[in-house]
């Protein structure tokens, strides 16, 4: 159970989230989506602990990230923006030092370890510096290490950023195959991904929701394009302009 | 405690990742046996003791120390891993801890491997080797109350060149700051209580005792509390930096 209250971020008399309230619960997957610099990243960022909030809060399985941050962030895997790593560490030693961290032992941190190695596919690069890996590989070493202590919550951001077709069919699929037990948050600006993986779409912009619904029923309104309701609700009106695009 | 070894065993295992912790060793060492043979004289003096070798310490700790520490959070922030980091289940004093400990375990592994110059001297003659130990237990606390500085310096910025220089300069002023070039700052306007203060803060003074061989509780004491103080502030400013 993910819940937002009142999330709000001001930059000095900048407002990037404006007065956030949303719930989400175990089984959905939830896509974050709005054009570049929406407040999508800040949102998730607050909601993880890392950016404290100018008012409201969020808490995660009943845990307030505010006030019991440790047991809320226990609960969280998370992907940042652009999947930052230690690149001089090799995947094993960088997944063995989130092992440590996320309090894995005996078994079953072998048996976890495994378990997303082979998921990830990261056997071939286990002990090669990330510094040398390609973009695709890290992003999954990042995926690996959000996933490694099988949290309640997992929440993305941009997962498939930047990743060849192939890759991100794999990734979504990897999404899907979790999103039974688990709440997942994804952030994404390619509209695709929110009919392959999502169940329910909240459009972003300026830092306020200016839509909550499901995929098929905003393909529905845009005449089977969910480009032409992206674009009406960011900008309100039918611009040329593909924002979808602007990624790849 | 379990979290700060994750971190420490983490952060040390990263200097030896790179060449860092190989050029930083090569270079100290260097920069030591130098100092001492020709800039102190250690021959000429004709004592068997390390006078020579440890009051450049203090000169050396002001640029190399700052050099190791002005990478502990600044290229966290850089890269963006801080966020990785610090949305771990793991409280900012232990970010800063563990962090912390892995750079001075790494100084001291430095200053471990100037034993040639201890055998050199009990080669040569007999020197007091209990003056020695606590010599070397002064140069690592004050290692640790340089690394401190840097530690907390460097979680201001993302940019290392200026958490360098900064610190450079924040460390100069402690290590004088029981001499005019300091003190002349403070005693025209403030209170004698004040420059007293500034005055008894001074990294050198304090290690001048220890390296003569006094273990006097009130030089430990100093080095734990400007150590302490320096990592409360770093843990601050990281929640401020974390804030906007």
């Known amino acids: ?24 619960k175990p089984g959905e997957v939830l896509g974050f989506l709005g054009p570049n610099g929406a407040g999508k990243s800040t949102t998730m960022k607050m909601v993880t602990g890392f950016v404290a ?38 995947p094993q030693q960088f997944l063995d030092f989130v092992a440590d961290i996320r309090g894995l032992s005996g078994n079953e941190r072998r048996q976890r370890l495994d378990e997303v190695i082979t998921l990830l596919h990261l056997a071939p690069v286990l002990n090669q510096s990330i510094d ?22 997992l929440i993305l951001d941009e997962p498939t950023d930047g990743l060849d077709p192939n890759q991100k069919h794999e990734v979504r699929q990897l999404i899907r195959s ?31 929701i200016l839509v909550d619904d499901t995929p098929k029923n905003l393909t529905e309104q845009g005449d089977g394009d969910l480009d032409v309701v992206f674009r009406r609700v960011t900008q309100g009106s039918d611009l040329p302009e593909k924002e979808a695009d602007s990624c790849t | 405690m379990h979290m700060i070894k994750a971190l420490f065993r983490r ?22 046996g130098t100092f001492t043979f020709y800039l102190g004289g250690f021959y000429e003096r004709g004592q068997a003791d390390l006078r020579a070798f440890f009051n450049f310490h203090p000169w050396l700790y002001l640029f190399l120390v700052p050099a190791i520490a002005m990478r502990l959070w600044a290229e966290e922030r850089k890269s963006g891993t801080v966020e990785f980091l610090m949305t771990l289940p793991i409280t900012p004093m232990q970010a800063v801890a563990g962090k912390f400990l892995a750079a001075w375990a790494f100084t001291g592994i430095a200053l471990l491997l100037t034993f040639p110059i201890w055998i050199t001297v009990n080669y040569l003659g007999e020197p007091d080797n209990g003056t020695i130990l606590a010599a070397y237990i002064g140069s690592f606390l004050m290692a640790g ?9 460097s979680a201001f910025t ?44 001074s990294f050198l003074t304090h290690f001048a005792d220890i390296s003569r061989g006094v273990i006097d509780l009130r030089d430990l004491v100093y ?22």
């Open chain 1, 1 to 24: 159970m993910l819940e937002t209250k009142g999330l709000t971020k001001r930059y000095g008399r900048h407002t990037v989230v404006d007065d956030l309230s949303f719930s989400c």
């Open chain 1, 53 to 90: 909030p100018s008012a409201g809060t969020a808490s995660i399985c009943g845990h307030d990230i505010l006030t019991d941050t440790l047991a809320a962030q226990r609960r969280i895997g998370y992907l940042p923006e652009g999947a930052p790593l230690y690149a001089e560490m090799t």
């Open chain 1, 132 to 153: 040398t890996l390609s973009k695709g590989f890290k992003r999954r070493v990042g995926l690996a290490q959000a996933i490694l202590h099988d949290p309640d919550v």
């Open chain 1, 178 to 208: 979790m999103s039974e037990e688990k709440l997942i948050v994804i952030s994404t600006h390619i509209l695709e991904e929110v009919n392959a993986v999502c169940t329910r779409a909240i459009i972003i912009a300026d830092g306020r």
């Open chain 2, 11 to 32: 952060e040390l295992q990263s200097y030896f990742a790179t060449p860092v912790a190989y050029v930083f060793i090569v270079i100290f060492l260097m920069l030591m």
């Open chain 2, 145 to 153: 109350g340089f690394l401190a500085i840097g530690s907390c310096l």
């Open chain 2, 158 to 201: 993302r940019n290392q060149v200026i958490a360098f220089v900064i610190s450079v300069v924040v460390c100069f002023g402690f290590l004088l700051s029981g001499f005019p070039l300091v003190l002349d700052l403070f005693a025209g306007w403030a209170p004698q209580v004040l420059v007293d203060g500034v005055a008894s803060l």
């Open chain 2, 223 to 244: 080095f734990a509390l400007v150590i302490a103080a320096f990592l409360y502030a770093n843990t601050i400013v990281l929640g401020w930096k974390q804030a906007d």
